[in-house]
């Protein structure tokens, strides 16, 4: 049963799903939390049916102000990848990256410098990579993905992106959803994985289902 | 009381002043705002994709600019709106991202803008006003009472149209 309907998604291929964004999103957590030298941890990969509608309250509504970098993705597997954070948690991160701890406190009006631009689109290279490699290797299928486009505005105006192209095959979109942090809760944000419908059977069956 | 109507991705409502019709956060979708200024009723539809025809699952008539435009003039009719009465603001259609290999996800916005302003000529609705286009994101506030349009962006001043 590798066929994946929209509208009847049984509990085993919920499992199987949620389980690679356990997977991949470990991985590119243990990335993220190497580069900082600290704890991030992660919560429970949720994997969502949701109407366009919906779409943007699961980061915390349409108007919240993210940077959202995003990867289309090729190989065996097609869709997006997208790593999604809190433009302040994202100045945090950058900050800490770099060294400039001395700062004054992040708002959502700093300007990032374009040496904080850069690092941040080096950060999300990194963990998507991570993620996609993770997933690579447990479905042994070939998963190859554009360079990071980043976007920096309201979270439903760079949700509408994927929401689009799910929009051309139905009216719900189905994605992997992880949230991660560090202890302090300084540096959030979301791993969101978008594959096509076909995409989702190709996963499903090269894991034997 | 005044209410906000908030309208989603692939949605639509109509208004009435008091009230006031807003959408959150328009990407590359297009806000298209109806209005009939005489009875002072407007529509907001939120559509995603340019044609219908183009797409073989288009059961949701709110997802694109030609089912959106038709079926929330029904819905603005049945309110008491009159069709020859209408005028049109639209907002959106920006390009999020600057793809550089993939063409048609590019123009994505730009086919939204083109096929709602053709579809609005046929009907022969007159385009009154549109901020569309460019590489940001906007949130739209309809006022029926005064038929203006406020456009919000990040870092950007309020616009009002």
Known sequence: MSELDLNGINNMQYDVLREIGNIGAGNATTALSQMINARVSMNVPKVELLEFKELSDIVGGAEKIVVGILFTLGGDIDGMMMFMMDKVASMHLVNILLGNLQQSEPTDDTEFSEMGLSALNEIGNIISGAYLSSLSSLTNLTITSSIPYMAIDMAGAILSVPAIEFGKIGDRALLIETEFGDMDNYVNGYFILIPTLNSYSAILKSLGL | ?161
């Open chain 2, 1 to 161: 009381m005044n209410n906000t109507i908030k309208v989603g991705m692939a949605d639509a409502n109509v208004c009435k002043p008091p009230d006031v019709i807003t959408t959150l956060g328009l990407g590359s979708c297009v806000g298209i705002v109806l209005y009939d200024p005489v009875k002072k009723i407007a529509g907001l539809v939120h559509i995603m994709l340019p044609d219908s025809t183009k797409i073989i699952n288009n059961s949701n008539k709110y997802k694109f600019a030609d089912t959106g435009i038709d079926t929330i003039i029904q819905d603005m009719a049945s309110l008491g709106a009159i069709k020859r009465n209408l005028v049109a603001k639209i907002a959106g259609g920006a390009q999020m991202f600057s793809f550089n290999n993939n063409l048609e996800m590019m123009r994505i916005g730009e086919r939204n803008v083109e096929a709602t302003k053709n579809k609005l000529k046929k009907l022969g609705i007159p385009l009154l006003a549109e901020d569309t286009g460019a590489n940001y994101g906007r949130t739209i506030e309809f006022y029926p009472e005064t038929g203006l349009l406020h456009i919000r962006s990040v870092g950007k001043d309020r616009k009002i149209l």
